[in-house]
Nanobody, 126 residues
């Protein structure tokens, strides 16, 4: 299976921007659906964005739609999450995830991901 390592987290001002990166090593990345999740203190893990295996179709949670953008560079084994207009509610540990499966209809957010990174902290300060 893939090894997943997130990076790029840190402290950012309210309304600012930050880009998270995820390095995946192992089998060819092109064959995987990729997603970003987050977990705020005292709360469960929330799926916020995902991108399909080959056609580039993306989906976003309502809480981040219009502010976050997911992208992938298969040749570099990388997936990114560009976060704009950050809110204090975006403060969380962000996780990158991958799944070697296809999504037939519906959203890739509904896919069961079985390969996870350890997370990177994002803190939005007022």
């Amino acid at each position: 299976q893939l090894q997943v390592v997130e990076s790029g987290g840190g402290l950012v001002q309210l309304g600012g921007s930050l880009t998270l990166s995820c390095r995946l090593s192992g089998p060819t990345l092109e064959g995987y659906t990729l997603g970003w999740f987050r977990q705020a203190p005292g709360k469960g893990r929330e799926g916020i964005s995902c991108i399909s295996r080959s056609d580039g179709i993306t989906d976003y949670a309502e809480s981040v739609k219009g502010r976050f953008t997911i992208s992938r560079e298969n040749a570099k084994n990388m997936v990114y999450l560009q976060m704009n207009t950050l809110k204090t509610e975006d403060t969380a540990v962000y996780f990158c995830a991958a799944q070697p499966g296809v999504v037939v209809g519906g959203s890739c957010l509904d896919l069961q991901y079985n390969i996870w990174g350890r997370g990177t902290q994002v803190t939005v300060s007022s």
